[in-house]
Structures are given as structure tokens and as C-alpha cells.
């Protein structure tokens, strides 16, 4: 069975200051893994997700993630946080590769708060 | 040019009431999903389809019923509604990898569910 644990459910910077959300994950089988972002009122929107090319995976709006596979984890990060950053993310794990099942499990989300 | 729609985006509603949620998708994707979002911002899966057949169905009262009349929409429909069941429903899409790899979701603007 997969999981995942999201350290820290409400993490808050400063703008211009670095960004880490932490993720660990629980796979018996090579994971896939993906973050996604929730803005208020709104869907999921991808951000970046691993599927065993590059350890250092990079998205959108300048966060980049690394799996590192001796920590099971799947950390996301940027380098400076902006006041449109605010918002709940989520990690998520599957590992069904070529499964039409395509099962996301996701954490807890962490709210991130941009401080002006 | 709405990736994945979900109709209505509010619904409220009194208890022993039955309701339908629908959901339309353009990306020509072969899977859908039902997701839950309780009050802590939990994601939990649903349903899923892929063309048009069951493929996850996990535990959820069986007052819920997911109806796929194509590959391009899967509809919730919820009978005796209870308070318990208030919580942002997202449908989402994705396209299966038959010959390997992991395809990210598509997610709906989520669905606000409210029984009184």
C-alpha cells in the first residue's frame, strides 16, 4: 500500500524567502509522485510530478522537487516565495505504471501562507 | 475551452434529499475520477471509471452511485443525503499509460456540497 505524510500542515514565509514543503512517502513498489496546488475555491492544478527520470524534477512557477529515494521523500521547494504562492499543497503517490487504475494517494496538504 | 467542468459549483440541499452532481471532461482522456474533500481538506478517491467501466469503487455508502453515460462524463448521483455527506466533491480526468508510464489528473473546480 501507498502514503504519503506531509510535515507540517501550515507552513508560513516571508516574500522573497525560501520556500520547503515537506513530503515523505510509503511505497513497497517504485513510486510515482506528484504535487499539486489548490488555490481557494478552486480545483488541483499540477505542479510537478516524478515518474523515475530525473531525481530533480522541476514544475511550475518556479518550484522544483527531489526524490531521494534512501529518505522516501519528495520535498518541494522554491527558492523565492511570492504573495501568489499562498495556498494549500498536496503530494501525492501512485505507482501504477501502465495501470489504466492511475489511484492518487494523497497527504494531508500543508497551507502555506506568503508574509509581505 | 474548460479542461474539466463540474455542475452545479454550489449545492445546497436538506437532509434525505437526493442530488446529482455532473461532470464533463474535453481532453479526449479514457479515466475519470470522484474525489471527496471533507472540512480538513482531505482528499479521498471515490470512484473511478475508465471507459465508461468501474474500475475503483471504494468504500462509500452505497447511496452514492456514479453513472458514466460516456468516456466524457461521469455524473455522481446521491440519495437520502446526510449531514455527513457536506464536503467539496472534485471530479477529475486523466488518460491511462498502456505502454508504461503515469499520466497526471485533471481536476474539476470541485462541487460544494451542503446538507442541511
Known amino acids: 500500500a501507498q502514503s504519503v505524510t506531509q510535515l507540517g500542515s501550515h507552513v508560513s514565509v516571508s516574500e522573497g524567502a525560501l520556500v520547503l514543503l515537506r513530503c515523505n512517502y510509503s511505497?513497497?513498489?517504485?513510486?510515482?509522485l506528484f504535487w499539486y496546488v489548490q488555490y481557494p475555491n478552486q480545483g488541483l492544478q499540477l505542479l510537478l510530478k516524478?515518474?523515475?527520470?530525473?531525481?530533480l524534477v522541476k514544475g511550475i512557477n518556479g518550484f522544483e522537487a527531489e526524490f531521494k529515494k534512501s529518505e522516501t521523500s519528495f520535498h518541494l521547494t522554491k527558492p523565492s516565495a511570492h504573495m501568489s504562492d499562498a495556498a494549500e499543497y498536496f503530494c501525492?503517490?501512485?505507482?501504477?505504471?501502465?495501470?489504466?487504475?492511475?489511484?492518487?494517494?494523497f497527504g494531508r496538504g500543508t497551507q502555506l501562507t506568503v508574509w509581505p | 475551452d474548460t479542461a474539466v467542468s463540474q455542475t452545479p459549483k454550489y449545492l445546497v440541499t436538506q437532509m434525505g434529499n437526493d442530488k446529482s452532481i455532473k461532470c464533463e471532461q474535453n481532453?479526449?482522456?479514457?479515466?475519470m475520477y470522484w474525489y471527496k474533500q471533507d472540512s480538513k481538506k482531505f482528499l479521498k478517491i471515490m470512484f473511478s471509471?475508465?471507459?465508461?467501466?468501474?474500475?475503483i469503487n471504494e468504500t462509500v455508502p452505497n447511496r452514492f452511485s456514479p453513472k458514466s453515460p460516456d468516456k466524457a462524463h461521469l455524473n455522481l448521483h446521491i440519495n437520502s443525503l446526510e449531514l455527513g455527506d457536506s464536503a467539496v466533491y472534485f471530479c477529475?480526468?486523466?488518460?491511462?499509460?498502456?505502454?508504461?508510464?503515469?499520466?497526471?489528473?485533471?481536476f474539476g473546480p470541485g462541487t460544494r456540497l451542503t446538507v442541511l
Open positions: 516524478y515518474t523515475s527520470a530525473a531525481t
Open positions: 501525492a503517490v501512485t505507482n501504477r505504471k501502465g495501470s489504466t487504475l492511475g489511484r492518487l494517494y
Open positions: 511505497s513497497s513498489v517504485p513510486p510515482y
Open positions: 477529475a480526468s486523466s488518460q491511462a499509460g498502456t505502454s508504461g508510464g503515469v499520466y497526471e489528473q485533471f
Open positions: 481532453l479526449g482522456h479514457d479515466t
Open positions: 471509471y475508465n471507459n465508461k467501466e468501474l474500475i
